[in-house]
């Protein structure tokens, strides 16, 4: 599996449109659409973004090996989860919906 096929392979898996997926790493879709073709590998210079958006790592985009999902670290005593915990409590089970969809990178239920 080549690095394209990986990136699909996300894209699938997180549910997201390649769209969507486009204006998010800063390209047209017709960009990725060529990247899938085969016809470009300007996708080299936005591994960092891609791995950002489909929440894994760049050594993974290139390899295939290693942790597939790109692990968050939050200091211990940065007291942001917490925070994070208040506010999310606070919001619509909609709201909630949606920031959840948000950060796992997927398009939310509609």
Do not use: C, H
């Given at each position: 599996?080549?690095?394209?096929?990986?990136?699909?392979?996300?894209?699938?898996?997180?549910?997201?449109?390649?769209?969507?997926?486009?204006?998010?790493?800063?390209?047209?879709?017709?960009?990725?659409?060529?990247?899938?073709?085969?016809?470009?590998?300007?996708?080299?210079?936005?591994?960092?973004?891609?791995?950002?958006?489909?929440?894994?790592?760049?050594?993974?985009?290139?390899?295939?090996?290693?942790?597939?999902?790109?692990?968050?670290?939050?200091?211990?005593?940065?007291?942001?989860?917490?925070?994070?915990?208040?506010?999310?409590?606070?919001?619509?089970?909609?709201?909630?919906?949606?920031?959840?969809?948000a950060?796992?990178?997927?398009?939310?239920?509609k």
């Amino acid at each position: 599996m080549d690095v394209i096929n990986r990136i699909l392979q996300l894209l699938q898996e997180r549910g997201m449109q390649q769209k969507t997926f486009a204006g998010r790493i800063g390209v047209t879709q017709q960009i990725v659409t060529a990247w899938k073709k085969g016809t470009s590998t300007s996708y080299t210079k936005y591994l960092p973004q891609i791995a950002q958006v489909l929440n894994t790592n760049v050594q993974w985009l290139l390899t295939g090996e290693g942790e597939i999902t790109r692990q968050a670290t939050i200091p211990k005593d940065s007291g942001l989860s917490e925070e994070f915990a208040k506010l999310f409590v606070k919001l619509t089970p909609e709201n909630q919906k949606l920031i959840i969809a948000a950060m796992l990178g997927m398009q939310p239920d509609k």
